[in-house]
């Protein structure tokens, strides 16, 4: 609540975060034309992250949707953000595997992605969010629409999928993986320089 008050948020808005840097590569502009054709005046976007928002700020203002969006710029304490919103958009057009999908998850929220993200393979489409192609500027609002919309029993089915979905990603299983396959690496690399000797 706090959170929200500090972003000017009513408290009864359905609220979804997009958090990145690079705004263009992660689809910002994408993000606010879905907002544009969602049809729920209490739907809001917040933008965490840092980069020249002049252009996008322009295009709220064609779009009519100024109000609506709030700017918080590149923030050191996301899971506030996180914890203030009901969903996360990030129709990415290119990540490898960006920590946002993880960490939003990991708060519980469901996030509509793209399959142009490697984060998008932890979405089980109407379990834990929702996938829509990077410049289907529709789909993108129709799966806003969808989440925005949602009773608040699928809401909490949703964001306790999303949160299990995310345990198994720690700093621990992380480093054992690569435990394992540099181990594996080496001996490969070791028996290949041997065969040439």
């Known amino acids: 609540e706090s959170a929200r008050a500090e972003a000017g948020i009513p408290a009864d808005a359905w609220v979804a975060v997009f958090a990145g840097s690079g705004f263009e590569r992660k689809g910002l502009g994408t993000a606010l034309e879905a907002l544009a054709l969602v049809d ?3 739907a ?5 992250g840092k980069g020249d928002t002049s252009p996008y700020r322009a295009l709220t203002v064609r779009l009519g ?3 609506r969006v709030s ?3 590149a923030r050191p304490d996301i899971e506030r953000w996180y914890a203030a919103a009901d969903a996360c958009v990030l129709p990415t057009r290119y990540e490898p595997f960006g920590n946002v999908h993880l960490e939003a998850l990991a708060a519980g929220l469901p996030v509509v992605a793209s399959p142009q993200a490697g984060g998008s393979e932890l979405i089980r489409p109407g379990a834990n969010g929702l996938i829509a192609e990077p410049r289907d500027v529709p789909a993108v609002a129709a799966a806003l629409a969808e989440l925005a919309a949602a009773s608040p029993g699928v809401r909490g089915r949703m964001s306790e999928a999303a949160r299990i979905s995310a345990e ?4 621990e299983a992380q480093a054992a993986a690569f ?3 540099y181990p594996a690496r080496r001996r490969e690399v070791l028996d290949r320089a041997n065969s040439v000797e």
């Open 179 to 181: 435990g394992r396959l």
């Open 168 to 171: 198994p990603f720690t700093y």
């Open 40 to 42: 729920q005046p209490r």
């Open 44 to 48: 809001r976007l917040i933008v965490v």
């Open 71 to 73: 700017w918080l710029g």
């Open 65 to 67: 949707i100024a109000p």
